[in-house]
Nanobody
Framework: QVQLVESGGGLVQPGGSLRLSCAAS????????MGWYRQAPGNQRELVAS???????NYGDSVKGRFTISRDNAKNTMALQMNSLKPEDTAVYYC?????????WGQGTQVTVSS
């Protein structure tokens, strides 16, 4: 079993920045992919970004150039640096870890972009 705990959400003004963190614990296999999904009320869940244990990254089109995902394999942590935030980035952000055939989710952290 794997546990994921997110932190770093909050309220920020448009154009501002936030940094989300995710700490993984438990029985974690070395080869995995970690990522962030987000979901706003009334919207479908959207992949924000992912990063493999080898460092290969993937970003959703709406966040490319603004968000940066990173991870520390030794500490089993992952971060999402979010810059130039827009109101449409408002959502609950979830940390995910994929280790075939398993998928683990965090409890989510709210990000609100508003003036």
């Amino acid at each position: 079993q794997v546990q994921l705990v997110e932190s770093g959400g909050g309220l920020v003004q448009p154009g501002g920045s936030l940094r989300l963190s995710c700490a993984a614990s438990g029985n974690i296999v070395s080869r995995n992919v970690m990522g962030w999904y987000r979901q706003a009320p009334g919207n479908q869940r959207e992949l924000v970004a992912s990063i493999s244990s080898g460092g290969i990254t993937n970003y959703g089109d709406s966040v490319k150039g603004r968000f940066t995902i990173s991870r520390d394999n030794a500490k089993n942590t992952m971060a999402l640096q979010m810059n130039s935030l827009k109101p449409e980035d408002t959502a609950v952000y979830y940390c995910i870890l994929w280790a075939t055939p398993y998928e683990y989710w965090g409890q989510g952290t709210q990000v609100t972009v508003s003036s």
